[in-house]
Every structure is written in structure tokens, then in C-alpha cells.
């Protein structure tokens, strides 16, 4: 069993930047894939992006190029989302979530999930 709890959600304000962290407890993180997903009001969770388990291959939904990086310190446990120039439409829970299988865009590949961490964006 895997558990992940994320943190470094809150208000900013339009450009600004957020570090989100996903810590893991239980198994360590170093056989997994993990992946960032996003939550709005009234619409389906979707992809933010996705590295692999040894962290050399990053993936990214096409509205987080350019602005948001993944990386991981399987050491520590621990994955990060450094969202940089910040808009109001990026304003929704975020999820973090782990898979045994290659990283992914698809909700189902993802076997363990975390709580979500709010993220606010005012214009």
C-alpha cells in the first residue's frame, strides 16, 4: 500500500508561482510512475503531466507546457509540480497519484491517489 498526501496548495495571485509537494508513506516511491491531476468546478479530473520512476522522462498536458515542471527525490519520498506563471483557469484540486505501470495520461492506470490540494488563482 502507498499513501500520498499533497501540500503547497493556496491563493496567488495571476503569474504568480506554487510548488506542490506529494509525499508517499508506506512503500517508497522509487518503482512508480507518478502523475499530477487537476479537478475544476463542474468539469472531469485531467491530466497535468507525468514522470517517470527514475524521473529521466517527463510528460506534460499541453495546457502545463511551458509553465509547470515535474521532478521527484525518490530519497525523500517525495514528487513536486512547480507551477510557474499562473492563470485563473489553473484554479482547481490537485491530485497526485501513483502507477506501477509507465507513466500516463489515463485516469485508470493510476492505482494509488492522494487527498488533493487545493489551488486558487485570482485574476
Known amino acids: 500500500q502507498v499513501q500520498l498526501v499533497e501540500s503547497g496548495g493556496g491563493l496567488v495571485q495571476a503569474g504568480g508561482s506554487l510548488r506542490l509537494s506529494c509525499a508517499a508513506s508506506g512503500r517508497t516511491l522509487s518503482s512508480y510512475a507518478m502523475g499530477w491531476f487537476r479537478q475544476a468546478p463542474g468539469k472531469e479530473r485531467e491530466f497535468v503531466g507525468a514522470i517517470s520512476w527514475s524521473g529521466s522522462r517527463t510528460y506534460y498536458a499541453d495546457s502545463a507546457k511551458g509553465r509547470f515542471s515535474i521532478s521527484r527525490d525518490n530519497a525523500k519520498n517525495t514528487v513536486y509540480l512547480q507551477m510557474n506563471s499562473l492563470k485563473p483557469e489553473d484554479t482547481a484540486v490537485y491530485y497526485c497519484?501513483?502507477?506501477?505501470?509507465?507513466?500516463?495520461?489515463?485516469?485508470?492506470?493510476?492505482?494509488?491517489w492522494g487527498q488533493g490540494t487545493q489551488v486558487t488563482v485570482s485574476s
Open positions: 497519484a501513483a502507477t506501477s505501470y509507465y507513466p500516463s495520461d489515463s485516469l485508470e492506470k493510476y492505482r494509488y
